[in-house]
C-alpha cells in the first residue's frame, strides 16, 4: 500500500492535519500520477516536536552508530535503483539513461561518502586554552526543488544526520514522490523516531512555517532566489542560520585557441543536461568575435543531433536525448523567454517556441540556441531554466571575463582553451563557485555553491557537513 497519502511524522506515517491534495504530474503525457497532501502549519509543529525532541539522543549516539546507519540507508536505497529511475523520469521527465546515471546513480553514493567523513572528521583542537569543539546545529529543516530531486535532498539530509542534527524535510511539491520513497527507505532501516520527519505541501505553506519556526535551528534550501528571500525573511527574526543553494547563469567562455569540435559537445550538454534543468547549466556560451562562425557552426550542428525522447524509452545516448521539461508551467516559461530572445534582436539558429512537431503531448521544448545575444538582453541575464543556449561574442580575453562576471548570479562556470594554464588563469577571474576547466568532470567531493546572488553556502564533502556544524569553545584552566 502506498504512503503518497501520508505524512511522516516522528517514525510514523500519519495523515495530515489538512484536508487539500496536490496532483503529481507525468510530465511527458501530461496526466495524473497520483496526489500527495497540501501539508498544514499544523504538521509542521508536529514534526518539528518530534525533531526537536529527538536531537538529545541522536546527537549524542556515537559515530560509528550514526555512521552505520548511514550506510544501512545507502545499502537500501540501491536496493531500490530501478525504482528511483521510474519515479523520477515519471514525475521529472528526466530520460532512462539519465536518470539512472544521474539522478539514480548521484544520490546513492553519498551515504559512504559522509560515513566515511564523520568517522575520519576533526571534531575538536586545541587553541592556546581553548578546547574548540564542533557540534551538530540543531533541527534543521530541508526545502528542496524539483530539477534534480532525490538528490539535492541528499546533499542536506545526509550530512545533516551524519552530523548529529534532526531534520524536517520539505520536498518540491512537483517532484515528491522519490521522497516518499527515500522516507520509506529511511523508516525501514529504523531510524530513532523524530530523526527524520517529512511534511508534504506547498512553499508559502509548509516552507513558511518551517522558515519561522523558532524550534529549527537551520534551514537548508535549495531553490529560486525568490523563494529564498521568502525563507530568509521568514527566518530573521529567530536568527537561524540559512543556506542559499540559488540559481545561476553561468558562463563558457571558449578561448581563441580552442579547437571548435572539442567545445561543442560540452558546450551542448553543459547547457541542455536534464532539458535546461540545471542551476549550474552554462547557458551563456562566450565565444571570440574572430573565430565566431567556427565555434557557432560547430555548436550548431551537435545542439542538431538532440533528439527529444520518450523518458521511458531506452535511449542509451543520454548526450543528445532530452525529455520533457517538468511542467505546463516552465514550459510556458522558457517558450516566453523564447519569445523574448526574438523580441530583443537575438538571431535564432535553431529550435523556437512552438510545441515540437514530434512530439504532440508533453512539456517539451525544442533545443534552441540563439546566437547575436548582447550581454543586456533578457536572455543573457535571466535563469530561463530550459534548453535555451545564448552565444554572445567578446573582443579579447579582458572582455569575455567581463561579461562571464556581468551577472547577478555566480553559481558555475567553464574556460575551454588548448592551454591549461591560461585557461585556469581566466577560471581565478571567474566570480562564481565553481568553474570546469577544458572538460574538468564534476566532482562530488568538491564545495558546492554560488557567489552573490547564486547563494550562500557549501554544499558537498567536508564543507557540506560544516553547514551543519555549531562552533563551541571550551576554555580550560591554565
Ligand atoms: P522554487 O524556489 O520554486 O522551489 C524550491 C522549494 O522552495 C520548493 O520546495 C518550494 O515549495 C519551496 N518554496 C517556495 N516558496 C517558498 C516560501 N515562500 N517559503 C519556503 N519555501 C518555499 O524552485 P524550483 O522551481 O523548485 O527549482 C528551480 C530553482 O532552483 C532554480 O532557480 C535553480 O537554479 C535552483 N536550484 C539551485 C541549485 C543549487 O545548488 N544552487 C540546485 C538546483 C536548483
Known amino acids: 500500500m502506498s504512503n503518497y497519502d501520508k505524512q511522516y511524522i516522528n517514525g510514523e506515517w500519519v495523515a495530515s492535519t489538512g484536508t ?21 502549519a499544523d504538521d509542521v509543529d508536529k514534526a518539528v516536536a518530534a525533531a526537536k525532541a529527538a536531537f538529545d539522543t541522536w546527537s549524542t549516539t556515537p559515530i560509528d552508530i550514526r555512521a552505520k546507519y548511514l550506510r544501512d540507508i545507502g545499502a537500501a536505497l540501491a536496493g531500490r535503483y530501478d525504482e528511483i529511475v521510474d519515479v523520477i523520469s515519471t514525475e521529472v521527465g528526466s530520460p532512462k ?4 546515471m544521474v539522478q539514480a546513480g548521484l544520490s546513492l553514493g553519498e551515504w559512504e561518502s559522509f560515513a566515511t567523513l564523520v568517522e575520519n572528521y576533526e571534531w575538536e583542537e586545541t587553541i592556546g586554552n581553548s578546547l574548540v569543539v564542533r557540534e551538530p546545529i540543531g533541527v534543521v529543516g530541508a ?30 511539491e512537483i517532484t515528491p514522490l522519490n521522497a516518499y520513497l527515500l522516507t520509506e527507505v529511511l523508516d525501514e532501516v529504523g531510524l530513532p523516531a523524530g530523526v527524520f520527519n517529512m511534511v508534504v505541501g506547498t512553499g508559502p505553506e509548509v516552507g513558511a512555517r518551517i522558515s519561522s519556526h523558532p524550534d529549527v535551528d537551520m534551514v537548508s534550501f535549495t531553490g529560486s532566489g525568490g523563494s529564498g528571500a521568502e525563507v530568509q525573511k521568514a527566518a530573521a527574526p529567530t536568527a537561524k542560520r540559512v543556506g542559499l543553494e540559488l540559481g545561476g547563469k553561468s558562463a563558457n567562455v571558449v578561448l581563441d585557441d580552442a579547437e571548435p569540435s572539442s567545445v561543442a559537445m560540452s558546450a ?18 562566450l565565444v571570440p568575435e574572430s573565430r565566431k562562425d567556427e565555434y557557432i557552426d560547430a555548436v550548431v550542428a551537435e545542439a542538431s543531433q538532440i533528439r527529444l525522447v520518450d523518458p521511458k524509452a531506452d535511449e542509451p545516448d543520454l548526450f543528445h536525448s532530452l525529455g520533457p521539461l517538468v511542467s505546463k508551467a516552465q514550459q510556458e516559461r522558457v517558450r516566453n523567454y523564447i519569445n523574448k530572445g526574438i523580441e530583443e534582436g537575438a538571431t535564432l539558429l535553431l529550435g523556437g517556441p512552438e510545441q515540437p512537431e514530434d ?37 579579447d580575453d579582458d572582455d569575455a571575463v567581463a561579461i562571464a562576471n556581468d551577472s547577478v548570479y555566480g553559481l558555475a562556470g567553464a574556460v575551454q582553451s588548448s592551454d591549461q594554464e591560461r585557461a585556469v588563469a581566466v577560471a581565478r577571474r571567474i566570480r562564481t563557485g565553481q568553474v570546469d576547466v577544458m572538460g574538468g568532470a564534476f566532482n562530488t567531493a568538491a564545495p558546492f555553491g554560488g557567489y552573490k546572488q547564486s547563494g550562500n553556502t557549501r554544499e558537498r564533502g567536508r564543507w557540506g557537513l560544516e553547514e551543519f556544524l555549531e562552533t563551541k569553545s571550551i576554555q580550560l584552566p591554565g
Open 20 to 40: 487539500g491534495s496536490l496532483d503529481v504530474i507525468n510530465s511527458a503525457t501530461e496526466e495524473v500520477v497520483t496526489s500527495v497532501p497540501a501539508g498544514t
Open 97 to 100: 539513461a539519465f536518470a539512472q
Open 143 to 172: 526545502i528542496t526543488p524539483w530539477n534534480y530531486p532525490l538528490y539535492l535532498i541528499i546533499c542536506k539530509v545526509t550530512p545533516a544526520l551524519a552530523a548529529g542534527c534532526t531534520v524536517v524535510l520539505k520536498p518540491s
Open 268 to 285: 551542448v550538454f553543459g547547457c541542455m543536461i536534464n532539458s535546461g534543468q540545471t542551476c549550474s547549466a552554462l547557458t551563456r556560451l
Open 359 to 395: 512530439q504532440e503531448k508533453g512539456y517539451y521544448v525544442k533545443p534552441t540556441v540563439f546566437a547575436d545575444v548582447t550581454s543586456d538582453m533578457t536572455i543573457a541575464q535571466e535563469e530561463i531554466f530550459g534548453p535555451v543556449l545564448s552565444i554572445i561574442t567578446y573582443s
